[in-house]
């Protein structure tokens, strides 16, 4: 299946592959998938080295010999004679050795022609927590996270549809009506399974038939996070306290304060305990952090407040399923718990792939904006609805009280620019990062 990552890969290696390059990323979302088929495609040879399989390269690099000696006794162990000039070197699941992570910075100065790629199911973590010398500017850092909506388009339906999306876009035109439903049906059937490959490509095999999708293929991917989170964490409080924020967080998504509260989970329960827990799973990228804007300045960042903020998974596909949603009522459109905040994790997956930075925004009267984006146009408040009924006090509360150049409504209504909002349906949130009118 085409990633759009790739096109990331080939800049890399047109423009800087002499500094090695690190994917983060969660578990199973393709992250060895790709990188394979780029350097089978883009090299004469490469050679793949996952560390899971090879214990004796992590042994080898923990030794206090030169990283040079270390690659040239690394060939022996393999039995490969390596030519640089011609071969990419691929380490998987390199956060089993923080000390060839560190190592990476000899390959980067070398006056040979290394090419480095390396990519792990919780570098992010390891990274946060590294207790080495992280090797800072020696090492490229490219996010890599499930298949956003594009990419399940471009594994499920024509490119001409995708086309259809950008011209309707760009031009703020009305999608023709017949394709805008077709378009529906294609981000609620992305509601149900999400954006995993592998539950994509089931979907793909069966022919879009939801009732002969292996939801199993979910609910197992489900259960390898949590097995991360008991197999890399020693200590057993914290071990416990990860899981579960992760459990807590779907039920949490319909808080009436909308965000999260620690005594959901523990009415005795502190932030200060559960600090590193949640940091751990942002840093795997397991879950995503909104945090409430109580002042529109710029930059956002410096107005954030720490203490309110919403969580959301990663996946809405994972969501559904922990929320054990009946699939018939997303694909007919009824009306149920928790409706509206599927749609709001949906559109907060799609920013964070366009590296959009999430904060929202309440007032004191409980005016709340679910998203405010920080672009050329300044602070644009974008508001999340998961059906056709846009009437929103809460917008014309903010527009009224920050006048932004514009305001955005992502919503099951067609593309248009009315009252000086821009309305996008909810299949064309993938394209919401830079905004121009």
């Known amino acids: 299946m085409k990633r759009k990552i790739y096109k990331d890969l080939l800049n890399w290696k047109e423009n800087s592959i002499n500094i090695p390059l690190m994917i983060i990323g969660a578990r199973q979302i393709g992250k060895t998938y790709i990188i394979k088929e780029f350097c089978k495609n883009e090299f004469e040879n490469y050679i793949y080295i996952n560390l899971l399989d090879n214990p004796q390269i992590v042994d080898l690099f923990e ?55 390396c990519a792990g199911s919780l570098l992010g973590v390891k990274i946060n927590r590294f207790h080495s010398s992280f090797p800072v500017g020696k090492v490229k850092m490219e996010y890599m996270y499930p298949m956003d909506f594009e990419e399940f388009l471009m594994a499920t339906s024509s490119q001409g549809l995708i086309d259809e999306i950008y011209k309707c876009y760009n031009e703020v035109i009305p999608m023709t009506k017949a394709l805008h439903e077709k378009l529906l049906n294609l981000y609620r059937l992305y509601l149900c399974i999400g954006g995993m490959p592998q539950a994509v490509q089931n979907i793909v095999d069966v022919n879009q038939n939801i009732f002969d999708f292996d939801k199993t ?41 909308n965000k999260f509260q620690y005594t959901k989970i523990n009415s005795n329960a502190r932030s200060r305990d559960y600090e590193s827990a949640m940091q751990w799973l942002i840093s795997s990228t397991m879950i995503y952090k909104c945090n409430l804007l109580k002042t529109i300045q710029i930059p956002p960042k410096a107005y954030a407040d720490e203490e309110y903020f919403k969580l ?23 009306n149920f718990l928790y409706k509206g905040n599927i749609a709001e994790n949906y559109v907060a997956e799609q920013l964070v792939r366009n590296g959009v930075s999430l904060y929202y925004w309440k007032s004191n009267s409980d005016a709340e904006i679910d998203f405010i984006l920080y672009n050329e146009d300044g602070l644009i408040p974008i508001e999340v609805k998961a059906s056709d009924n846009t009437t929103s006090k809460s917008l014309n509360s903010y527009a009224k009280k920050y ?18 909002i821009k309305s996008i349906p909810l299949y064309a949130a993938f394209l919401i990062k830079w905004l121009h009118l």
Do not use: H
């Open 217 to 257: 293929i979910v609910k197992n991917i489900i259960e390898s996070y949590l097995n991360d989170m008991n197999q890399y964490i020693m200590n057993n409080t914290e071990k416990s306290r990860i899981e579960a924020i992760y459990k807590s967080i779907p039920g949490q998504l319909g808080n009436v304060s």
């Open 63 to 117: 030794q206090s010999i030169p990283t040079e000696e270390k690659f040239t006794k690394m060939q022996w162990i393999l039995n490969e004679n390596i030519d640089i000039e011609k071969t990419i070197i691929f380490f998987d699941e390199i956060q089993l050795s923080e000390k060839l992570i560190s190592n990476l910075k000899y390959f980067c100065e070398s006056d040979k022609p290394f090419k480095i790629i």
């Open 312 to 334: 959301y998974i990663s996946d809405v596909g994972l969501l559904t399923s922990l929320l054990e949603i009946q699939y018939n009522d997303i694909l007919l459109d009824n």
């Open 403 to 420: 006048e932004p150049k514009y305001a955005i409504r992502i919503s099951s209504k067609n593309f248009g620019f009315e009252n000086n």
